[in-house]
């Protein structure tokens, strides 16, 4: 097996958030997500059981693709939480004025 010196580039999925998209939903598309990075985790790990070698390079794609997947949910899950803490204050600070 060969060791590759080149650094991969830092790449981070883009997934962009309606305002109007409420924590609930947010939260569902965090699951949803995790669902599909579970899913390819499940496949590559079986694709290694019965293969002789390992692509390398392509089983890097498929770790990156993981972490996309699971980047996007952490995103959602991280919007969602800051949308219910928002509504939450707000609600405070109406009860109080």
Do not use: F
């Amino acid at each position: 097996m060969s060791v590759s010196t080149d650094r991969p580039v830092d790449r981070h999925a883009s997934y962009p958030i309606d305002p109007e998209t409420s924590a609930h939903e947010l939260l569902n598309d965090a699951t949803e997500w995790l669902q599909y990075a579970r899913g390819l985790t499940r496949l590559l790990a079986d694709l290694i059981h019965e293969a002789d070698s390992v692509d390398c390079r392509r089983m890097a794609l498929g770790l990156e693709a993981i972490g996309a997947l699971t980047h996007v949910a952490v995103k959602c899950t991280t919007e969602a939480h800051a949308r219910l803490c928002w509504k939450e204050a707000r609600t405070e600070e109406g009860a109080l004025g």
